[in-house]
């Protein structure tokens, strides 16, 4: 079945570094592929999405291109910032009123 | 902009209790979902529903729970008899189910059961 692997957590940076955060994907077809966010204590938010073979989805400086060659869906920060402290989930959805799969998230801390 | 939003925050239950978590899904969305996180580990799959009946569920989801929707708008989630393993962050979520409508997520309710 479908399935998301994302780099193991957690991940800790200091503030304005480069961020990357790995996310491969398993699909049978051609799914949209999602990055969520998870602050603490708060619930899912959408981050930023594609839905086709190299769209770039981008939102508050994060952006992830969507590369069927190598079913990836990186997310990446130039500079990021102490607020950007969260968890991040890869996820897919192989149809628009179809579920959503998630990875197993990564942790991020962003250090002063 | 609208928010999907669950009630309560935070139940605590006793082993072998019922529990009803309950969710207002955003008003023009057809599509519902419950999804669980036990702390610390990934986002799980329980169950979606659209048209008044379920279309797709996980092997989580066994016959002590259940979903509803009562009345237009609210939706909620059914544990017969709780077990320890049930402690968890439950989200509700709802779409369009069109193709530029992700799912929107509430803030989650914590279940405990002790």
């Known amino acids: 079945g479908d399935s998301v692997t994302q780099m193991e957590g957690p991940v800790t940076l200091s503030e304005e570094a480069f961020l990357t955060i790995n996310c491969t994907y398993t699909a049978t077809g051609y799914p949209s592929l999602f990055w969520y966010v998870q602050y603490p204590g708060e619930g899912l938010q959408l981050l930023l999405k594609a839905t086709k073979a190299d769209d770039k989805g981008s939102n508050k400086g994060f952006e992830a291109t969507y590369r069927k060659e190598t079913t990836s869906f990186h997310l990446e920060k130039g500079s990021v910032q102490v607020s950007d402290s969260a968890v991040y989930f890869c996820a897919l959805s192989d149809r628009a009123d179809d579920k959503i799969i998630f990875g197993k998230g990564t942790r991020l801390h962003i250090l002063p | 902009e609208p928010e999907v939003t669950q009630t309560p925050s935070h139940q605590v239950t006793q082993m072998g209790q019922e529990v009803i978590l309950r969710c207002v899904p955003i008003s023009n969305h057809l599509y519902f979902y419950w999804y669980r996180q036990i702390l610390g580990q990934k986002v799980e799959f329980l169950v979606s529903?659209?048209?008044?009946?379920?279309?797709?569920k996980s092997e989580i989801f066994d016959d002590q729970f259940s979903v509803e929707r009562p009345d237009g708008s609210n939706f909620t989630l059914k544990i017969r008899s709780t077990k320890l393993e049930d402690s968890a962050m439950y989200f509700c979520?709802?779409?369009?189910?069109?193709?530029?409508?992700?799912?929107?997520f509430g803030n989650g309710t914590r279940l405990t059961v002790t």
């Open positions: 529903f659209y048209n008044n009946e379920i279309s797709e």
């Open positions: 979520a709802s779409s369009t189910g069109t193709g530029d409508s992700p799912l929107h």
